[in-house]
């Protein structure tokens, strides 16, 4: 017999690499960029997909003008790889972080 088992839904996971990368500190929101009334045609701005028990994740966030871009996407992806990781405890394939825009 073997242990306990955790199953997690995509929501979940969509939910908690939101907010990890809403806790970086050049992260203005997780969105696309662009204005608002084309939000509805690009998607969300979280996508996960499981392959081979790993999840591959893909977020787009608006950086806080006058961030480092280049440091915000890479403590946003290792903030949605820890969370990921550490508290939900699955295995991890890609994080991808893409900055979509500057905001206001």
């Known amino acids: 017999m073997s242990g306990p088992v955790l199953s997690v839904g995509r929501g979940v996971i969509v939910a908690m690499a939101r907010l990890a990368a809403l806790e970086v500190p050049g992260v203005l929101r997780v969105a696309r960029g662009g204005s608002q009334w084309r939000a509805f045609f690009r998607g969300a701005p979280v996508a996960v997909r499981t392959h081979d028990d790993q999840v591959d994740i893909r977020v787009w966030v608006v950086a806080r003008p006058g961030a480092n871009l280049a440091e915000v ?32």
């Open 73 to 104: 996407s890479r403590e946003a992806r290792i903030a949605v790889a820890g969370a990921i990781e550490r508290l939900l405890g699955l295995q991890l394939g890609s994080v991808t972080v893409i900055v979509d825009g500057i905001g206001s």
